[in-house]
């Protein structure tokens, strides 16, 4: 089991910056694929960016550029820093961890979400 605690959200005025933190819990945190996804009101939760265990990245196409995902193991957190907000980038931000056991078996595990909301 894989405990994720967001933090960092909150309110900012379009053009400015936040980041986000993820804290992850299990003593192999450097063998997970970490992600970001968020959802809007009335909308479905969508992709933002990812990053594997070998720093992989990946990013949907509308936070190319201003977003930035990282990673350090040593402390088992992931952050995304999000520059040049915009009032679409509101939304709740959920951090997601893929594993994958001895066995092989995969398991995704999900924070509890941190609100960002951009005013214009």
């Known amino acids: 089991q894989v405990q994720l605690v967001e933090s960092g959200g909150g309110l900012v005025q379009a053009g400015g910056s936040l980041r986000l933190s993820c804290a992850a819990s299990?003593?192999?945190?450097?063998?997970?694929?970490m992600g970001w996804y968020r959802q809007a009101p009335g909308k479905q939760r969508e992709f933002v960016a990812w990053?594997?265990?070998?720093?992989?990245?990946d990013y949907t196409s509308s936070v190319k550029g201003r977003f930035t995902v990282s990673r350090d193991n040593a402390k088992n957190t992931v952050d995304l820093q999000m520059n040049s907000l915009k009032p679409e980038d509101t939304a709740v931000y959920y951090c997601?961890?893929?594993?994958?056991?001895?066995?092989?078996?995969?398991?995704?595990?999900w924070g509890q979400g941190t609100q960002v909301a951009v005013s214009s």
């Open positions: 997601c961890a893929d594993t994958v056991d001895l066995d092989g078996r995969r398991a995704r595990y």
């Open positions: 299990g003593r192999t945190f450097s063998s997970y694929a």
């Open positions: 990053i594997t265990g070998k720093g992989d990245i």
